[in-house]
């Protein structure tokens, strides 16, 4: 088949998706716990799981409780691949919207050849463009699915060493001071902290953890400085504080901005919200020094080898990062972890009700489980 006509015959498999009444965007489903649909041995789930907060989380984007995440799994021939996408307001996205998207293409992902899993992730992104959360979560479930049918973990199929695994950071939110002291306490088992920063409680948010511990922070400013003088001053300061790197300094559209800063600054810089898909990539080479990927921005554990390949190739360096999630997205994330200099992926130790134990931490080392696929397994009830 040419092209042309698979994009024909992909256009008709969205609107397949459309029939069945599940609008992309707009009210929740009808008997939206209705058992899945199912072809003779396929079936697809979806389910909103709420996660718990171990503290209240606050960034420059949003603070919060707890998060509502999108749950996929997807059965053939008695095997269960688990998928998460966690849905991120930045991109407007939420829980509900993201469930009515993986439910749009039910028809489309039952009836695949889950072996052309690259044709499956492009016909997915195309028929849920925007809907990042949705197409992670089924990326995910697909390629657990893969790698439990061959019987072998994700890293293995990607080639990789699971001793190349780098160390974690440990997020601190921000917080007052005490209490960011107290967290700071709490992570003590990681070697590096990665603190969120940009607003103007900075100075005293780094002065409170350089109260507590001497070892190296990475600062994360989430497009928090407006300002390129404002950013050059804060970063010169960040250099004196034993501040490894600085993500996202400005917003992500002031690209000449960042790129006046980068050239009067001595820290590095990372690319994160600048940085969501493979295509972004090669603009940010003299303005950022590394880019920060992410499962849930990007539509996937796919998409996200391609984006760590290509900045790689343009000698940027890689990290790996995630959202507030459970041990599904971020293992599936740590299953890549080999391929990069630097990890956050710390969002299942943020939450309270972690349903399933996955990658695990050891003094900040990331820990790959070596079950097939994602490795994952239940989480121990704790009664
Ligand atoms: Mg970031």
Redesign the pocket.
């Known amino acids: 088949m040419n092209r042309r006509d698979w994009m024909k015959t992909l256009g008709a498999a969205c609107l397949v998706g459309a029939r069945h009444g599940v609008p992309l965007h707009g009210a929740p489903l009808q008997g939206e716990d209705a058992p899945s649909a199912t072809t003779s041995s396929t079936a697809l789930e979806t389910e909103i799981v709420r996660l718990q907060l171990r503290h209240t989380w606050t960034t420059t984007m949003s603070s919060s409780a707890y998060r509502d995440t999108l749950y996929v799994r997807f059965t053939r021939d008695g095997i269960t691949g688990h998928g998460e996408g966690a849905p991120i307001v930045r991109y407007q996205e939420n829980a509900a919207g993201a469930r009515q998207a993986a439910e749009s293409v039910r028809d489309l992902v039952t009836a695949a050849d889950p072996w052309e899993f690259e044709k499956l992730h492009a016909e997915i992104a195309h028929c849920l463009s925007g809907q990042y959360a949705a197409q992670t979560a089924l990326d995910i479930a697909l390629m657990d699915w893969v790698g439990q049918k061959l019987g072998i973990p994700l890293y293995r199929y990607f080639g990789l060493d699971p001793n190349d695994a780098p160390i974690t950071t440990f997020s601190i939110g921000i917080d007052t001071p005490a209490i960011t002291r107290q967290k700071v306490r709490e992570a003590e088992s990681f070697p590096v902290l990665k603190i969120k920063v940009g607003l103007d409680t900075d100075e005293a948010t780094i002065a409170a953890v350089r109260s507590v511990t001497r070892k190296p922070l990475r600062v994360?400013a989430?497009e928090g400085w407006k300002n390129k003088e404002e950013a050059v001053r804060k970063i010169n300061w960040l250099a004196t504080q034993g501040v490894e790197f600085v993500?996202?300094p400005m917003p992500a559209q002031m690209l000449e901005e960042t790129r006046w800063v980068h050239e009067r600054v001595h820290l590095p810089l990372i690319a994160?919200?600048a940085c969501q898909h493979a295509g972004d990539v090669p603009k940010l080479v003299g303005i950022f020094d590394g880019v920060?990927v992410k499962l849930d921005k990007a539509g996937g554990i796919l998409e996200a080898f391609e984006m760590i390949q290509i900045a790689r190739a343009l000698g940027l360096r890689t990290m790996l990062?995630c959202m507030v999630s459970s041990s599904v997205s971020v293992t599936a994330a740590a299953h890549l972890s080999p391929l990069v200099d630097y990890a956050d992926l710390d969002g299942n130790l943020l939450i309270a009700n972690d349903p399933f134990s996955g990658v695990s931490v050891k003094n900040g080392k990331l820990l790959l489980p070596h079950g097939p696929g994602l490795g994952l397994r239940p989480a121990e009830k704790i009664s």
């Open positions: 994360d989430n993500e996202q994160d919200e920060n990062g």
